[in-house]
């Protein structure tokens, strides 16, 4: 989950969030990366400060899953010269997967979560792409990866119940429209998707 644009202006920008959990925040301000943490359930992040006049290009991405916290994009804050233009990508990419594809343990340092790092972005970002992606920690296309055990998907609950709503974890009400969004390219990570026992 994220947001981008242009912004052209100088100064100060901020955004007001709102977080069910503890989440850091990749802030990427024309290709230098930060992460900013965010521990109120309601509260401004300063994305960018001392912006010299000019077009700078500003990324934000959350780097965990939804299903340890959800994130909300309130407003902005910025100089009242300034004008923001959405961004332009010459493809739009869908990824298919359960734990890598999420980010998980892409934090070499920590071993913690980071969906910056992690497959989806990547290369999205190096095709100028936006992308969307149907993932979960645990949850493959054909059953979960830890079988029956736990919370996570098996054979009775496959990866394909998780995106007939509009969100899984905020919306069961509203079933998903598939025509909401197109792609021009589909990708999938099956992992460790048709269990133990097919690798034997």
């Not at 980071?114 to 989806?120: E, H, M, Q, R, S």
């Not at 792409?129 to 920690?137: D, E, G, K, L, N």
């Amino acid at each position: 989950a994220g947001f981008e644009f242009h912004y052209n202006g100088s100064g100060l920008v901020k955004a007001n969030i709102t977080t069910t959990a503890t989440e850091t925040f990749a802030v990427d301000v024309d290709g230098t990366v930060s992460y900013v943490s965010h521990n109120s359930k309601t509260g401004s992040i300063i994305l960018a400060k001392d912006l010299p006049e000019g077009t700078h290009t500003i990324k934000v991405y959350k780097t965990k899953e939804a299903m340890t916290g959800l994130a909300q994009l309130n407003y902005m804050i910025y100089d009242e010269n300034a004008v923001l233009t959405p961004m332009e990508y010459d493809y739009k990419f869908l990824v298919i997967g359960a734990s890598s594809t999420c980010g998980n343990q892409m934090d070499s340092e920590t071993g913690n979560e980071n969906g910056y790092l992690a497959f989806p972005s990547i290369v999205s970002r190096a095709y100028n792409a936006t992308w969307q992606q149907i993932s979960v920690s645990g949850r493959g296309c054909t059953q979960g990866t830890l079988g029956e055990s736990g919370w996570t998907f098996s054979q009775e609950n496959q990866l394909k119940d998780l995106y007939k709503y509009q969100s899984w974890f905020r919306d069961k009400e509203t079933l998903y429209d598939p025509a909401s969004y197109v792609p021009d390219v589909i990708i999938t990570n099956f992992n460790n998707d048709f269990g133990e026992s097919a690798l034997k």
